[in-house]
């Protein structure tokens, strides 16, 4: 009798087989994963041919700035006088990409110089966000307001800016 008492605590005791995890069978199991890619076709933003952000013609007088809106009418502050006649206008751009897609529209300030002398501007984009339509395409415009000291040097003033678009 002691010896079936024995033997049944060493059975006990004894560790069983290994139990396999829950969906495998045996001692290693492989699955499969999923993946997705999308490429999407590249953003292109291109300067439309013959446009430019035009501050028009001014005198300087005491300072002060002339605004030209994404829309192209230019206002004036300070002691800056725009000249009868005189034409502003505001810059325009395309965009293509990905159909029906978002973007984001970042611009920088710039400058404009003639003779060594810089005027800086600010510019401001017609909307700071567009989409694409269904064929991929969309236009922006901008505006800007140019800082004008007292008594700046005449001359014909030009510069460059930088426009990025990403997509949202």
């Not at 007292?150 to 001359?155: E, K």
């Given at each position: 009798m002691a010896r079936s008492w024995m033997a049944a605590g060493l059975l006990a005791a004894w560790p069983g087989p290994a139990l396999a995890a829950p969906g495998s069978i045996g001692a290693a199991a492989t699955g499969t994963g999923s993946a997705t890619a999308t490429v999407l076709a590249p953003i292109v933003v291109t300067h439309t041919p013959g446009a430019a952000l035009k501050f028009g013609k001014f005198t300087a007088g005491a300072?002060?700035?002339v605004v030209v809106s994404p829309a192209?009418?230019?206002s004036v502050t300070g002691g800056v006088a725009l000249v009868l006649g005189s034409s502003s206008d505001a810059d325009s751009f395309l965009v293509e990409g990905d159909p029906n897609r978002g973007f984001a529209i970042l611009t920088a300030a710039g400058s404009v110089s003639f003779a060594g002398v810089s005027l800086a501007f600010t510019t401001l984009p017609s909307a700071a966000t567009g989409n694409?339509?269904?064929a991929g395409a969309a236009s922006f415009t901008i505006g800007g307001t140019l800082r004008v000291p007292?008594?700046?040097?005449?001359?014909s003033y030009t510069g460059t800016y930088s426009v990025t678009v990403n997509y949202n």
């Open positions: 300072g002060g700035a192209g009418s230019a694409l339509d269904v007292a008594n700046a040097a005449p001359g």
